[in-house]
């Protein structure tokens, strides 16, 4: 049987102090990017500055477009909201986009068990 439970993979949190999830995902200016090991735990590898495509509850497809490919090598963002647009485009991405306002932390434990279920139905 492969080693289907490890896995190694980058999360994005939106956080203006990183230690909080604390921004809403098309507002935020800064991500915390950090590195999960199933087997070895996380650490944060970069801090990425962005510019938000939120105007007022709407946004422009191409900005927010561009917004989803900064985290194209990211299997998770996490955000403490994620409006429905973003929701979408990150969907279409391929990428998990998670409102889990509250500790990086704890945000990053409920990743990793997230992604630990997936695994369990991930059968070749």
Request: hydrophobic share 40%.
């Given at each position: 049987?492969?080693?289907?439970?490890?896995a190694?993979?980058?999360?994005?949190?939106?956080?203006?102090?990183?230690?909080?999830?604390?921004?809403?995902?098309?507002?935020?200016?800064?991500?915390?990017?950090?590195?999960?090991?199933?087997?070895?735990?996380?650490?944060?590898?970069?801090?990425?500055?962005?510019?938000?495509?939120?105007?007022?509850?709407?946004?422009?497809?191409?900005?927010?477009?561009?917004?989803?490919?900064?985290?194209?090598?990211?299997?998770?963002?996490?955000?403490?909201?994620?409006?429905?647009?973003?929701a979408?485009?990150?969907t279409?991405?391929?990428i998990?986009?998670?409102?889990?306002?509250?500790?990086?932390?704890?945000?990053?434990?409920?990743?990793?068990?997230?992604?630990?279920?997936?695994g369990?139905?991930?059968?070749e």
């Amino acid at each position: 049987m492969a080693d289907e439970a490890h896995a190694t993979y980058r999360v994005a949190v939106a956080s203006s102090d990183g230690e909080t999830v604390n921004q809403h995902y098309g507002r935020a200016e800064k991500f915390f990017i950090y590195v999960v090991d199933d087997d070895e735990g996380y650490d944060v590898c970069e801090e990425r500055d962005v510019s938000p495509v939120c105007m007022g509850g709407s946004h422009v497809k191409s900005a927010m477009d561009e917004s989803v490919r900064r985290f194209a090598d990211c299997r998770y963002v996490v955000a403490s909201r994620i409006g429905a647009g973003a929701a979408q485009a990150l969907t279409a991405a391929g990428i998990v986009g998670m409102e889990l306002p509250g500790s990086i932390e704890e945000a990053i434990v409920k990743v990793w068990k997230y992604n630990r279920v997936q695994g369990l139905f991930n059968i070749e």
